[in-house]
């Protein structure tokens, strides 16, 4: 059985208005193969259309996925309780594992770092996880 791997990512970081949002989508190394062979890459890269295709395809393959809306006010309210925009965004990641890692089988966990401060960054993403154990 080959190993599980979630990716998540954002969107909506940089903008002043419109929310963040996060997405994660769990997969298999050989749909990862598959993804890689086909052209699936940072959807920056991917014009409008190809992007559209390859979200079906992606809902369909995916083992499962989840996202995440951080609306503007609730990042407000949370930097008004002393937790910046990278905590607030290591909670959405946390949400999103969270909700996909049901202790069954190992998962990788690929993401980006939001801070310079990677370390940190990680160790509170930690403390935002459920269940360690099979990460």
Known sequence: M???????????RGPVIGPMVLAGC???????????????KDSKQLTSKRREFFAKLIREKAK???????YPDD???????????????????????????????KIKVVLDCPSTGINKWRDFLKMKI??????
């Open 75 to 105: 990042i407000e309210t949370s930097n008004a309780e002393g937790i910046n925009l990278n905590d607030v965004e290591a909670i959405a990641c946390a949400d999103i594992i969270n909700k996909i890692n049901k202790g069954k089988e």
């Open 130 to 135: 459920d269940d360690l154990s099979n990460l």
């Open 26 to 40: 769990l997969i298999n190394e050989e749909t990862e193969r598959e993804f890689k062979k086909i052209g699936v």
């Open 2 to 12: 080959s190993r599980l791997i979630l990716g998540i990512d954002d969107a909506g």
């Open 64 to 70: 499962a996925f989840e996202v995440v809306v951080v």
